[in-house]
Structure formats: structure tokens, C-alpha cells
């Protein structure tokens, strides 16, 4: 048995907790070789009555026996992973590394554990490249999985997609993550061509995410034909940069992807516009604003990225117009 640690159980981690429990613990009283660490309301819920996940053909409920609020509360347990899975939010990712180095626990309990990047944008690896790590101990991947955090204690599957993970992981631990994805009925790839795939989600991402934030409405706005000079203008410019970085993709069919995806997923809210909903930060930094400091770097012009970037975080500011469209907001649900 594996032990995994989920760091960063909101929606995506938690769900990802349920995907990697050893099915054979289900018939004891609780999940032993997965532990949870989030947020506290989130944390002691499942503690009191255990994670509540919505499929589209049943609820479940998932006790667990390992649930930690922080660190102190992993060093004052017996837990000791051997693949920690860091589902943060990209802004979040510099204080889990300083979290991380002030614990001692890179030189004791976690020393042998790999980490496994399980998130959003892009530049996550270089920012973790602080903890000085071997690179036989870190690891990205990226996840088509749609979950919702509908509460403290609560997720709901809103899509099923394919986990893609980089290739290099070790042999055992590639076994274990795939048989526990596929014994629930998900999908998992190790990808030689890694950073291929992450690209196709970053050119995704970087216009579903901004343009269902800013129009307050979920992925099938994408399809809209009045936004569509923006639509192809975002791509081009991703594609521009992709391309200086070695990833020579074609416009046409990464037009055709982003609009695949939002048909696909036209009733779903984006997780940037939960974001913006909830009035907390967004991850437009390490995905439009990665775009922004490629071109940069390589002396390309994107306008059309730097305005949504810029869009997205007037909307977020703390000025009276955020705080118009949050009472506009908070009207609507009543």
C-alpha cells in the first residue's frame, strides 16, 4: 500500500484523495493510506462526518483517518507519504514552499517522498525549484477533471477528463497511481511529450478562464460570435509564444480544441469564475500572465492576453467598481 498525502485538499485535492484511497480500507472504518490537508472548516467537516463527493450516479461518503489543518498537524501524526500531491492554487505555491523549508520535514519524514504538482498554469516548477530538490523528487501534472467545491466537507464531479502525468515517475509509483485511477473508473497517462499537453491546456485555459470571468457566465459564452476576434486573437498570440518555446502547434486546430472544450463543457462554471464569484484571487497569473512574460522574454506582442490579464484583475481589485459587481452578483442569487 501507498500512502499519498493531498496538499491542497479543496475541490480538485480532495477529489483526488477519493481517486487514490485504497478501495480495501472502504470495508474498515476508515481511509488510511490517503491524508487530506486543507483549510480548517474544510478539514474538520471530514473529520466530523466524513468527505460527502456527488457523482453523476451516486453520492459517497469517505471517511478519513488522516486529516490535517498544517504541517504541525502532519509532524504530530504517525503519516508518513511516500507522494505528496500539492493541488494548491498557483499563488498559494510560494508559501507552501516556505511552509515547506520551515516544517524540518524535507530533511526528516518527507525526505524520501516525491511531490507531484497537480496544478493550474504553468512556471509552478520553477517556482518549487526554491526548495532545491532533486529533480528525481518533482513532478507535474495536470488534470481535465471538473470538480466543484460545493461546501466545507463537499465536492461534486462536474467533468470527467483524462490526468496526465510527466513520464519519469518511477515505475512502482506509476502502477499504483494508474490501477487506483482505474479501478474508480478514471483515466491516467504518463506523457513523455509532457510539456505538449500542458500547453494544450494552457491555451484552453487562457481563454475559457478570463472571458467566463469577466462575462459572469459559464464556457459556452466561448461560443459566442461576438466574441470571436477575441477567441482567435488569444489563441494566435498563445500559439506565437508556444512556438519560441519549441511547441510548434497548429492555429487552426488549437482554435478547434478551445472550442471543442467549451461545447463540451458549456454548462460548467470555470474555476476562475468561482474565483471571481467568491471575491478571492485568481491563477490569471500563471496563465495568461505566463504567456505575457514569454512573449516578453522573447520579444512578442500580446495585446490581447495583457488586456484580459489586465481585466481580470480590475474586476479583482478593491475599488468601487469590484464592489459594484459583487453587490450585482450577490443580487442575482437572491
Not at 511531490?115 to 523528487?137: C, P, Q, T, W, Y
Not at 505538449?196 to 478562464?209: A, D, G, P
Request: contains cysteine; charged residues 30%; positive net charge.
Amino acid at each position: 500500500m501507498t500512502d499519498v498525502l493531498i496538499y491542497g485538499a479543496g475541490a480538485i485535492g480532495s477529489f483526488m484523495g477519493y481517486l487514490l484511497l485504497d478501495s480495501r480500507d472502504l470495508s474498515e472504518s476508515k481511509i488510511r493510506n490517503v491524508a487530506l490537508l486543507g483549510r480548517e472548516s474544510h478539514i474538520n467537516r471530514i473529520k466530523d462526518l466524513g468527505l460527502q463527493i456527488s457523482l453523476p450516479e451516486e453520492r459517497k461518503n469517505i471517511p478519513f483517518k488522516h486529516c490535517f489543518a498544517g504541517l504541525d498537524d502532519l509532524k504530530a501524526s504517525d503519516f508518513c507519504p511516500e507522494i505528496i500531491i500539492v493541488c494548491v492554487k498557483t499563488y498559494s505555491l510560494p508559501g507552501v514552499c516556505e511552509e515547506l523549508k520551515k516544517s524540518g520535514l524535507l530533511q526528516g519524514r518527507l525526505k524520501n517522498a516525491i511531490f507531484i504538482l497537480l496544478m493550474n498554469g504553468m512556471g509552478n516548477r520553477e517556482v518549487f525549484a526554491k526548495l532545491d530538490l532533486s529533480d528525481s523528487h518533482v513532478f507535474e501534472g495536470i488534470t481535465n477533471l471538473g470538480v466543484k467545491f460545493s461546501g466545507s466537507g463537499m465536492v461534486e464531479l462536474k467533468g470527467k477528463g483524462k490526468t496526465i502525468l510527466e513520464e519519469k515517475i518511477d515505475e512502482d509509483k506509476k502502477k499504483f497511481l494508474r490501477e487506483r485511477f482505474l479501478e474508480k473508473g478514471f483515466e491516467m497517462e504518463f506523457a513523455r511529450d509532457f510539456k505538449e499537453h500542458q500547453y494544450s491546456k494552457l491555451f484552453v485555459n487562457s481563454v475559457i478562464n478570463p472571458i467566463t470571468a469577466l462575462a459572469r457566465r459559464e464556457n459556452g459564452i466561448i461560443l459566442s460570435p461576438f466574441i470571436k476576434n477575441t477567441v482567435h486573437g488569444a489563441v494566435r498570440e498563445a500559439v506565437n509564444v508556444a512556438a519560441k518555446d519549441g511547441i510548434k502547434r497548429d492555429e487552426k486546430s488549437i482554435m478547434e480544441l478551445v472550442y471543442s472544450v467549451a461545447e463540451k463543457t458549456s454548462g460548467n462554471t470555470s474555476s476562475m469564475l468561482q474565483d471571481v464569484l467568491r471575491g478571492k484571487m485568481t491563477e490569471i497569473d500563471s496563465i495568461n500572465g505566463y504567456i505575457i512574460r514569454q512573449a516578453k522574454k522573447h520579444k512578442i506582442e500580446v495585446p490581447i492576453n495583457e488586456a484580459l490579464c489586465e481585466l481580470v484583475k480590475s474586476a479583482m481589485s478593491d475599488g468601487p467598481i469590484s464592489q459594484t459587481m459583487r453587490c450585482v452578483s450577490s443580487q442575482q442569487k437572491k
